[in-house]
């Protein structure tokens, strides 16, 4: 009794100390062959859902698509409707809600079917979802369609994607992530431009059905191409014993999430808001959706350079690097933007600095927790990043409650939260390394 009850406080004292621990060794992957086909996989992937996350792309053509169809809706169909704005800004919030909260319950699906019988499902769901949407007559039909079954479709694609890729890189895995998260940039550049003129004349019903089969044909890519490096063995182990909660008491990951959480909640209302705002400034749709195309284009370019500066200089310093930069592009330019060109000069700026996170999410959580914790942290991570979503209802109610110049809320809402989000980066990087120029 008393060599039991000895050893337990040695033991507790142990699980606590390894929370502290610095960030651990990780596997060697092989930096190339057949992982570039898994990265044209997971690139097909981010061209259709989320992101990347969370971020986000997690979000990026999701973004850019409900901000352009939400602005056209706005106008047309629900004119007459004060609150429509609103009400439809909470379609692409269940969409995100739906894409990281479903994230663990993918992640158990995956241990206990395999990797492509959730992609399939994941790849039906999103096609499925787009297709009803063309039928839309009211709000909450959208709620239905394009928020909750695509939004649970893209997790089951999303999700699985950004754990398998990072096996197969080691070195090069910031590049690699880079080019699977730019993805989304390359969606979000085109999406607009096929939007705005299928609105136009075809209508909105037609719109969603093109844009369904284009996800069909990337996701069936991702299902041929998508696999992992050691196939693991199916687990018939119940929820809780396949996702390892415990990752959550390692201090220096659960302050990434923390920082990552703080700064998504900036990220989504100028992808959100920025066609409507242009709108207001009484440019045409023409121009709000190239701002949106342009900000793509650059969030494409954004995260490659994330990529390479991760590896070069460290995946923490990358990421605090470019949230700063997304930072000083809301408060010194977004803020003083009232006409096409200041507002485009914003779109090049926080479209370069915000995807950062998209890129550095698997590789950071990687070198925090390790390659065998990496599925369950990075499930872990999307789900709480879940919450950031409601940044653009809780800004719109800002909004909506001062009387001050119209989307000034919107604009310093965005950036008091990159800012918040870049301090405790720079507070976990001293955490691991007190060196200012060490490559963490």
């Not at 092989?30 to 990347?52: E, M, N, R």
């Not at 809402?413 to 200012?436: C, D, E, Y």
Request: aromatic share 14%; net charge neutral.
């Amino acid at each position: 009794m008393s060599d039991v009850s000895a050893s337990t406080p040695s033991e507790k004292d142990a699980e606590k100390a390894s929370a502290q621990l610095p960030p651990v060794t990780e596997e060697d992957g092989p930096d190339g062959g057949y992982g570039w086909f898994v990265v044209l996989g997971a690139f097909a992937v981010q061209i259709t859902s989320f992101g990347v996350v969370q971020v986000a792309q997690l979000m990026d053509p999701l973004n850019s698509f409900i901000g352009v169809m939400q602005d056209y809706y706005h106008q047309n169909l629900f004119a007459d409707n004060p609150k429509a704005l609103v009400d439809l800004s909470f379609v692409g919030t269940l969409a995100l809600v739906f894409i990281n909260g479903s994230s663990p319950v993918v992640q158990y699906f995956v241990a206990r079917f395999g990797l492509r019988p959730v992609m399939i499902v994941g790849t039906l769901f999103i096609t499925l979802a787009l297709e009803m949407a063309g039928f839309a007559s009211q709000i909450w039909h959208l709620y239905i369609t394009q928020g909750i079954l695509f939004g649970v479709g893209a997790s089951c694609m999303y999700g699985t994607v950004m754990s398998v890729t990072p096996q197969w890189f080691t070195k090069h895995r910031g590049v690699a992530l880079g080019i699977v998260a730019s993805g989304s940039g390359i969606g979000g550049l085109v999406v607009p431009f096929i939007v705005t003129p299928l609105n136009s004349s075809l209508g909105p019903g037609w719109t969603y059905r093109i844009l369904g089969f284009i996800c069909l044909f990337c996701d069936i890519i991702a299902c041929i191409c998508v696999k992992e490096r050691v196939v693991r063995k199916k687990e018939k182990k119940p929820f809780f014993k396949i996702i390892d909660f415990g990752v959550l008491r390692n201090a220096n990951f659960l302050l990434f999430i923390i920082a990552s959480d703080i700064s998504l909640l900036g990220y989504f209302v100028p992808f959100f808001f920025l066609p409507a705002y242009a709108t207001y400034l009484g440019l045409s749709d023409a121009q709000g959706s190239s701002l949106i195309a342009v900000c793509s284009a650059m969030n494409f370019v954004g995260r490659l350079a994330a990529g390479v500066l991760a590896d070069r200089a460290g995946r923490i310093n990358s990421n605090i690097t470019f949230t700063l930069l997304t930072t000083i592009s809301c408060f010194f330019i977004w803020t003083f933007a009232f006409d096409y060109n200041s507002l485009m000069g914003f779109a090049v700026v926080f479209g370069f600095g915000c995807g950062s996170y998209v890129t550095l999410m698997s590789p950071i959580s990687a070198s925090l927790l390790g390659m065998e914790k990496l599925a369950s942290g990075l499930s872990l991570l999307m789900f709480l990043n879940m919450f950031p979503v409601f940044g653009t209802n809780i800004s719109s109610a800002i909004e909506a409650g001062v009387s001050s110049q119209p989307f000034l809320s919107y604009k310093l809402f965005s950036g008091v939260a990159w800012l918040l989000g870049t301090l405790l980066l720079v507070i976990l990087k001293i955490k691991i390394n007190r060196n200012p120029f060490a490559k963490v």
